[in-house]
């Protein structure tokens, strides 16, 4: 009898595929090890898109072949996230650590959707990890998702629980007549009102509140918003505060949030996509002073903690509101005390996702290796950036700085060269989108763009553990050297 099926996917030679994995990791290190020395970005030409309108293929190639078709059509053109002159959005930067524990997380292929296996383990080990840093109480819970904008709509989803109770989930929203309406600032990322839209509550039942100067929810508007509800026969239920808001970066005054929901009995859940991990460092966790008080905080490894795409987190204080929102009994999903249905509850039972990758390894793996000092260091340095850059702007009468700089973002523009700003707003505008765009063509630099105060603003976001001053500086320069020529024109 064969060892081996004759339909099998295993390599007929394994040390002829061992030689081409180590080719392929040797590639792979060598284009980290090389990131400064290329562009951020570059457009891929015509010729290299025409590579993906092939046919189905119905034969093998070799997979010296298609790594070869990778290392030419595919790494040359991703967005550049890795790369240390990338500011363009909230985005981290990766690891050499995060890539090899995303191969051994490969390897072993778990469906970490439950059962009696050690994967299951790991993302507990996390978990646990996750609550200490919150100062959540042992009986909290939490699972890793796809990014915060899963783990949003999972808050809302348990927030809509707690108010509604179980049988909603059953009988559907209407309970008793009951219309529930939820807060959130105008600054609040659009996968807030998203996850409205998809809890079936609808977009109009998330009220979006002012901001202040600062970038703050405005408390007043928001105490006086919930009264006027109240009195119009809707019930509110949850308050979403933001600890580093999309456009500026910005922190809601959480301890004041927590204050007015638990006064007004509310589910205070707090989008923390990028700021909520600032908890790792000593220098900025007092930000985020009152976020230990929420009830629910969405937050992404992937953007501050450098681990790879993808690791969202969803974290609940009442472990078993949020048991109770996702577990559904089924046959096929029958748990045991002994056997490999044993180990119960699954992380299935805590969200939407039955079919689940091993996405804790990579988070374990950096998390051990670095240590969370070590990542915290990364978090102050890229918010020294972010002041480094705000003060090169005020020093600067050719730049203006549109937005107060809280922890690593940014925003700006080019107003114009010494003594001659330009007065246009319509024209101020174009031209510092065509420097932005003209930036990442070049390859030197990738920001972005975005709206403040009706005003066009290049937008740095600083998260990558490999910029420093030098790509600060080069962006900078870049940018007077492009509006000095947009401005003659």
């Given at each position: 009898m064969q060892n081996q099926s004759e339909h099998t996917l295993d390599p007929d030679n394994w040390d002829d595929m061992r030689a081409q994995g180590h080719r392929m990791l040797d590639d792979i290190f060598d284009h980290m090890q090389r990131l400064n020395?290329?562009?951020?970005?570059?457009?891929?030409?015509?010729?290299?898109?025409?590579?993906?309108?092939?046919?189905?293929?119905?034969?093998?190639?070799?997979?010296?072949?298609?790594?070869?078709?990778?290392?030419?059509?595919i790494l040359p053109y991703a967005i550049g996230n890795a790369h240390p002159g990338f500011m363009g959005w909230v985005q981290g930067g990766g690891t050499p650590v995060g890539m090899l524990a995303e191969m051994l997380a490969a390897g072993i292929n778990a469906n970490v959707g439950g059962r009696d296996q050690i994967p299951v383990e790991v993302e507990r080990q996390v978990v646990r990890w996750v609550r200490e840093l919150f100062s959540f109480p042992d009986t909290a819970s939490g699972i890793f998702v796809t990014g915060t904008s899963l783990a949003n709509l999972i808050g809302v989803l348990v927030a809509r629980t707690s108010a509604l109770g179980t049988d909603a989930r059953k009988t559907g929203l209407r309970v008793n007549g009951t219309r529930l309406v939820a807060y959130a600032s105008k600054a609040a990322h659009g996968c807030v009102t998203q996850a409205m839209d998809l809890s079936g509550l609808g977009i109009d039942a998330l009220r979006s509140i002012p901001f202040t100067r600062h970038g703050e929810i405005d408390l007043d508007i928001l105490q006086s918003t919930i009264?006027?509800?109240?009195?119009?026969?809707?019930?509110?239920?949850?308050?979403?505060?933001?600890?580093?808001?999309?456009?500026?970066?910005?922190?809601?005054?959480?301890?004041?949030?927590?204050?007015?929901?638990?006064?007004?009995?509310?589910?205070?859940?707090?989008?923390?996509?990028?700021?909520?991990?600032?908890?790792?460092?000593?220098?900025?966790?007092?930000?985020?002073?009152?976020?230990?008080r929420a009830d629910s905080i969405a937050f992404d490894f992937h953007k501050w903690a450098q681990i790879q795409y993808d690791a969202g987190f969803i974290l609940v204080r009442d472990g078993s509101m949020h048991y109770d929102t996702f577990a559904s009994p089924a046959a096929y999903l029958q748990r045991e005390t002994r056997g490999m249905a044993a180990n119960s509850p699954w992380p299935c039972d805590f969200g939407p996702d039955l079919s689940r990758g091993f996405r804790a390894l990579k988070t374990w793996f950096a998390i051990?290796?670095?240590?969370?000092?070590?990542?915290g260091k990364v978090i102050s340095g890229t918010c020294a950036l972010a002041r480094y850059l705000g003060n090169r702007i005020q020093d600067d009468t050719r730049l203006e700085l549109l937005a107060p700089v809280s922890l690593s973002i940014v925003c700006f523009r080019y107003r114009g060269q010494d003594g001659s700003a330009i007065t246009d707003p319509a024209r101020l505008d174009r031209i510092n989108n065509d420097i932005v765009i003209a930036l990442q063509e070049s390859g030197i630099a990738a920001p972005s763009t975005t709206i403040i105060d009706g005003r066009l603003a290049i937008r740095v976001a600083l998260f990558n553990h490999r910029t420093n001053a030098t790509h600060i500086d080069a962006m900078l320069n870049a940018v007077l050297e492009l509006g000095a020529e947009a401005a003659r024109s």
């Open positions: 020395d290329g562009p951020v970005w570059q457009p891929a030409p015509a010729e290299v898109r025409q590579v993906f309108k092939e046919a189905l293929p119905k034969t093998q190639t070799g997979l010296d072949q298609v790594h070869r078709s990778f290392l030419r059509n009264e006027h509800d109240r009195e119009n026969g809707y019930t509110p239920f949850l308050i979403v505060g933001n600890a580093g808001t999309v456009d500026t970066g910005a922190v809601d005054n959480l301890s004041a949030l927590a204050d007015v929901a638990q006064r007004e009995k509310l589910w205070f859940h707090v989008d923390g996509a990028y700021g909520a991990l600032g908890m790792l460092a000593p220098d900025v966790a007092p930000r985020l002073s009152g976020i230990e051990k290796t670095y240590g969370a000092e070590r990542l």
